[in-house]
């Protein structure tokens, strides 16, 4: 029979290891990114809660926005979720004078037809506020919108194309000289992709500047290949999954 001091022993244990599971999954300091918290950055922070809460672990957030037409209007929003009428200057408003962090903007519907107007827009944004264009990050699937932002002094990234690990050999060639292509005809934009399409970046674009996201990873299996990524000198960034207290949208 287990004696009450036992029982006590056991209660105070068990809380204590529910207690660390609990502030470790809201911790930014994973042991998978050891000794390169430097390299990661908050995913999806679209709300002011959630701003708050990741600017006092991270030097880096991303969030998604969309451009509203008609409106000359940045809302911080991942669509299909409802919009919180959250605008970009809002957003930019609660940085503290001293806290410019590297901010990646993932602009969902950016292309060719609306980069001039987003460009304006973003350009008086950051100006007003002094940011710095060069800690600003703009991604897009259509990389025919971004030599625009380049020109300017923005940090610029071609989201590529989803699943190329999964293609077959001919299909996967194809689609890699499309990408040279365009890199070839923007010698400074970076390419962005998941963390598990890591070995196509490494053997077909080595030295280009690469931002990855690794979201769903696995802490053990993909322990090595996450270390492996935040080694690489080419690697900028790595967006890494964040759940703050509120604001999780």
């Known amino acids: 029979m287990i004696s009450g001091k036992k029982w006590k022993f056991l209660l105070v244990g068990t809380v204590f290891v529910i207690s660390c599971v609990f502030l470790y999954r809201f911790s930014p300091r994973k042991i998978e990114f050891l000794g390169y918290y430097h390299k990661i950055g908050a995913h999806r922070v679209n709300s002011l809660e959630k701003l708050e809460s990741a600017l006092c672990y ?6 998604d926005l969309e451009y509203i037409e008609g409106q000359d209007y940045l809302d911080v929003n991942h669509p299909p979720a409802s919009s919180i009428q959250l605008d970009f200057e809002t957003y930019l408003s609660h940085f503290e004078i001293e806290q410019q962090p590297f901010i990646w903007l993932d602009i969902k519907n950016l292309n060719s037809g609306n ?14 506020k002094s940011y710095p264009l060069d800690k600003i990050l703009i991604e897009t699937r259509y990389p025919e919108a971004l030599p625009i932002f380049s ?3 923005f940090k610029t990234s ?24 365009v890199l070839e005809a923007q010698p400074d934009l970076g390419v962005s992709t998941t963390f598990s399409e890591y070995a196509i970046l490494k053997k077909y674009f080595p030295a280009r500047t690469k931002y990855i996201w690794s979201i769903n990873h696995s802490k053990l299996k993909d322990y090595r290949l996450l270390q492996e990524i935040l080694k690489d000198e080419s690697v900028q960034l790595v967006l890494v999954s964040y759940r703050a207290f509120r604001g999780n949208r």
């Not at 991270?58 to 969030?63: G, H, M, R, V």
């Not at 107007?117 to 007003?128: F, G, N, R, S, V």
Request: net charge negative; aromatic share 6%; hydrophobic share 45%.
């Open 58 to 63: 991270f030097d880096a957030i991303e969030l």
């Open 151 to 153: 020109a300017s002094g």
């Open 158 to 181: 071609f989201y590529l194309p989803q699943h190329l690990s999964a293609k077959d050999s001919q299909v996967l060639q194809q689609e890699i000289v499309k990408i040279e292509k």
């Open 115 to 128: 980069n001039r107007q987003i460009h304006d827009k973003l350009i008086a944004l950051l100006q007003e």
